[in-house]
């Protein structure tokens, strides 16, 4: 995939000095690596339907986990989920109308636990699985038991495409739920806000998902759980001497906005002794989780001071080389401090890897606004390091081949968690990344590219909104000469095999799609709208228009 980088290079400074976040890389022939595997859609190479068991069959084969695999053989979708333990017992239908299995409701929360949920936790697991089971309303209501199931059956869907029509059954029900409430000031509320924002953005209505999200968090700042007024008390004042409130608070408030009022994840479990003193218990799902925290906070700070609302300009007209370096730092000591359990390995579990591709998707975005002013101007330097060419392209690309090599790694390894929408970033910033490589002396970029546009395409199987990303990402190739408007057609006429499951779903809302991601990193830092997935796919519509028109001619 790369060498490791010469003495004199930074990129060799930094596997030195920091190697839990720059380890070395060491090459890997493209050609060892499996190609269906890697390079071609998974539904593509067979469709787990077709040629196995139904996912609610008892006849499935067990145990296909999200767990690492050793092996390079071309590996199909897995086709069963084990259920958690906690929700054998399960009856759906005292939470909801909808007419859904116990079975099946049990494999596809089951399957958010295992590969959302490491990621993105809006809530505290054991205790919300322990009042979806015993009936109990503290930490689970139907509104949050529609939202979860809303969005955990997109993912689904690549296993079985018909649990499509559940996800949106479930929107609807949740909408009316929440409709229905006297009062959604309850932490269950604002979590499944947040979730129905996320099902709304992944149904490419980001302008149904922004009500959701403003909703959430204006019932969180009126529970104190963030955004307190100076004066005004915060959740502390209602949560003290409630500890199992205390811990479900925190994890819905650092999943909604960072830094809220309360202690993180990790940080506020702790354990009684004989004596009554609490102290820590290890556990590396805590662990990961302040970490992950701890990272988000340091983010933050970028984006305020990239974006933040009193900004004027864009990011490339105002971002001092001094600011970005001490934000690197700070990066650089966070991944440092990491504990043991948290340092990849082959052997990490796939919220370690994912921890790991967010890591270096923000080195990129710290330095990428530096990236246009190189380009007009003399190279800048970083300060604070050894190496003669320490400048951000060189800690761009830096993270750049780490992200590369974590993609591997990722598709190598977690059959099931590539159906999670949460590895979308590490494919969109490597996709972004490879076009910067097209005039590059080697044509590994090409593979990488694929690599990526594979990635997106099985995330179409399951979330609609990417068929629009994955076509953002081939204008931006075609435009950029990194693809033929042929190659591009191929792909589109794949996505247009993968997602028939969408065409025949009621869409939400009116059925526009709109999708303002930022896709395109680099225009976004000049023209974020732009930038945007719909008018970058809308673009690609009319690259193919214009080509078909002039073979025509020709």
């Known amino acids: 995939s790369c060498m490791p980088g010469t003495p004199n290079s930074l990129e060799f400074e930094l596997a030195v000095r920091h190697p839990i976040a720059y380890p070395t890389l060491y090459p890997i022939p493209i050609a060892s690596l499996p190609p269906d595997r890697m390079i071609r859609p998974t539904r593509a190479i067979q469709s787990p339907l077709d040629a196995s068991p139904s996912a609610d069959s008892g006849d499935s084969p067990p145990g296909q986990d999200i767990s690492p695999t050793s092996s390079f053989s071309t590996a199909q979708p897995p086709t069963t989920l084990l259920i958690h333990d906690g929700l054998k017992q399960l009856d759906i239908s005292y939470w909801t109308d909808v007419p859904i299995s116990n079975e099946l409701a049990a494999r596809v929360i089951s399957l958010y636990l295992e590969i959302d949920y490491p990621v993105l936790p809006l809530f505290h697991a054991e205790l919300f699985v322990q009042d979806l089971v015993q009936r109990r309303g503290y930490f689970c209501s139907r509104l949050l038991v529609s939202a979860l199931l809303s969005w955990a059956c997109q993912a689904y869907t690549a296993l079985k495409p018909e649990v499509a029509t559940y996800s949106v059954e479930f929107f609807s029900e949740a909408e009316r739920c ?266 590994e970029w090409r593979y990488y590219l694929h690599l990526c546009m594979a990635g997106l395409e099985d995330l179409y199987a399951s979330y609609r909104v990417f068929g629009s990303i994955a076509k953002a990402i081939l204008g931006i190739a075609i435009e950029h000469g990194a693809l033929r408007t042929s190659e591009a057609r191929r792909i589109t006429n794949e996505l247009e095999d993968l997602g028939r499951h969408h065409t025949v779903i009621k869409p939400l809302g009116d059925g526009r799609e709109v999708a303002n991601w930022i896709i395109d990193l680099d225009l976004a830092m000049t023209d974020p709208k732009a930038a945007q997935g719909s008018n970058l796919a809308e673009r690609f519509q009319e690259l193919i228009i214009e080509d078909t028109t002039e073979e025509n001619q020709s």
């Open 178 to 443: 929440l409709a229905a409430m006297p009062s959604a000031n309850t932490l269950t509320a604002v979590s499944a806000l947040q979730l129905l924002c996320m099902s709304a953005v992944t149904q490419g209505r980001d302008d149904v998902a922004l009500r959701f999200l403003q909703e959430s968090v204006k019932v969180g700042r009126t529970m104190g759980l963030f955004g307190v007024q100076p004066g005004r008390p915060s959740a502390n004042s209602w949560l003290d001497g409630y500890h199992d409130w205390r811990i479900a608070a925190s994890y819905t408030a650092w999943g909604i906005e960072i830094p809220p009022q309360l202690p993180m994840p990790g940080d506020v479990e702790f354990i009684p002794d004989m004596q009554g003193v609490y102290s820590t218990h290890p556990d590396p799902q805590k662990d990961r989780f302040r970490a992950c925290c701890q990272l988000w906070v340091i983010f933050h700070q970028v984006l305020w001071s990239y974006y933040g609302q009193k900004q004027t300009g864009v990011p490339s007209q105002r971002v001092p080389v001094e600011f970005a370096e001490g934000i690197y730092r700070r990066l650089l000591t966070w991944a440092d401090d990491l504990p043991l359990n948290l340092v990849r390995s082959d052997l990490s579990n796939h919220g370690v890897m994912m921890m790991h591709i967010y890591f270096h998707a923000i080195v990129t975005d710290v330095f990428r606004p530096l990236l246009i002013d190189a380009e007009m101007s003399k190279p800048l330097r970083l300060g604070s390091f050894t190496a003669p060419k320490a400048t951000p392209e060189a800690a761009y690309s830096a993270s750049v081949n780490q992200l590369k090599r974590l993609l591997l790694m990722y598709r190598l390894n977690f059959r099931t968690a590539m159906f999670s929408v949460v590895w979308q970033t590490g494919l969109i910033y490597v996709a972004n990344a490879m076009m910067r490589e097209v005039k590059s002396n080697s044509n």
